[in-house]
Nanobody
Framework: QVRLEESGGGSVQPGGSLRLSCVGS????????MTWHRQAQGEAREWLAT???????FYSDSAKGRFTVCRDDHKNTLFLQMDSLKPEDTAVYYC???????WGQGTWVTVSS
């Protein structure tokens, strides 16, 4: 069964960091184009970052310079390292196997003092 499962969300103060994980099952994360997105309450889902199978990375303006996408092929896991977090980063974060309907269930990130 093809699935993704995110974890690592939580509450953090502004300026803090979190690392989100996305474990793939039923396929190899390293063979796919993988993406991170988020959705704040009442907002549309927003693309944040892409990691291509060859290792190239792409970021949205809101993620660039603060977020880093990477993967561990042995663990079949995608990561999103988030630094210098801001209150406006509060959202549910999702990973996706690009071009498919395979999404994780999401993990909540709350940035608040």
């Amino acid at each position: 069964q093809v699935r993704l499962e995110e974890s690592g969300g939580g509450s953090v103060q502004p300026g803090g960091s979190l690392r989100l994980s996305c474990v793939g099952s039923g396929f190899s994360v390293s063979d796919q184009i993988m993406t991170w997105h988020r959705q704040a309450q009442g907002e549309a889902r927003e693309w944040l970052a892409t990691l291509a199978s060859g290792g190239a990375t792409f970021y949205s303006d809101s993620a660039k310079g603060r977020f880093t996408v990477c993967r561990d092929d042995h663990k079949n896991t995608l990561f999103l390292q988030m630094d210098s977090l801001k209150p406006e980063d509060t959202a549910v974060y999702y990973c996706q196997n690009f071009g498919t309907t395979t999404w994780g269930q999401g993990t909540w990130v709350t940035v608040s003092s």
